[in-house]
């Protein structure tokens, strides 16, 4: 498998396995603010490394540990929360064909 395509595949890896990484990024994409999510700071934190690796938001860290930092979304960072909403609604769509519910849904 060629390089480029092996290092691609590591990225979704990272932004799908790292714990919410896709709801920080639903978060700036929408407005919102990552340091008001209701869990614990460290795993914030964690996510928003995981998204500044992939160059999808900018981060400015304060110097004092305890305090989140200033986070904004990148132009790469809309693009890929763009698809990743196209792609939430084609397997919506595909439920609806196929007549299933997905886990979570009621």
Not at 32 to 54: F, G, K, M, Q, T
């Amino acid at each position: 498998m060629p390089r480029d395509l092996l290092s691609g595949l590591d990225k979704v890896r990272d932004l799908l396995c790292t714990p919410l990484a896709l709801e920080v990024l639903d978060d700036l994409a929408e407005g919102r603010s990552p340091s008001d999510r209701p869990a614990l700071p460290e795993v914030v934190a964690e996510a928003i490394r995981c998204l500044e690796s992939l160059g999808v938001v900018r981060a400015t860290w304060p110097k004092v540990s305890e305090r989140m930092p200033t986070v904004e979304i990148t132009v790469r960072g809309r693009t890929v929360h763009e698809r990743l909403v196209e792609i939430e609604k084609w397997a919506r769509c595909q439920e609806l064909d196929d007549g299933t519910v997905a886990s979570g849904s009621a």
